[in-house]
Nanobody, 116 residues
Framework: QVYLVESGGGLVQPGGSLRLDCVVS????????MGWYRQTPGAQRELVAE???????TYVDSVKGRFTVSRDNAKNTMYLQMDGLKPEDTAVYYC??????????WGRGTQVTVSS
């Protein structure tokens, strides 16, 4: 069984920072491509940032230069450092793990609200 647990969401003012953590169990974490997605009501879930097993990162254009994805394979954990937050970053953020054997696995999500 694959488990992904997100933490670190909350309410922050525009321009502020948050760090999201995703702890993973049930897979060989170092082999997984990991991603952060977000979703707002009525919208499709979108990929925000991704990091491969080799450490290659990609970002959606709207967060480039503000968000940083990283991973610690020794701790089975992926991070998303979010700086310069904007109201349009408000969403539920989901952790995703993709492996050849299990395919896509998801966490339950954590709410991020950017508001003054």
């Amino acid at each position: 069984q694959v488990y992904l647990v997100e933490s670190g969401g909350g309410l922050v003012q525009p321009g502020g920072s948050l760090r999201l953590d995703c702890v993973v169990s049930g897979i060989i974490f170092s082999f997984a491509t990991m991603g952060w997605y977000r979703q707002t009501p009525g919208a499709q879930r979108e990929l925000v940032a991704e990091i491969t097993s080799g450490g290659t990162t990609t970002y959606v254009d709207s967060v480039k230069g503000r968000f940083t994805v990283s991973r610690d394979n020794a701790k089975n954990t992926m991070y998303l450092q979010m700086d310069g937050l904007k109201p349009e970053d408000t969403a539920v953020y989901y952790c995703n793990a993709n492996t050849r054997f299990f395919g896509d696995s998801w966490g339950r999500g954590t709410q991020v609200t950017v508001s003054s």
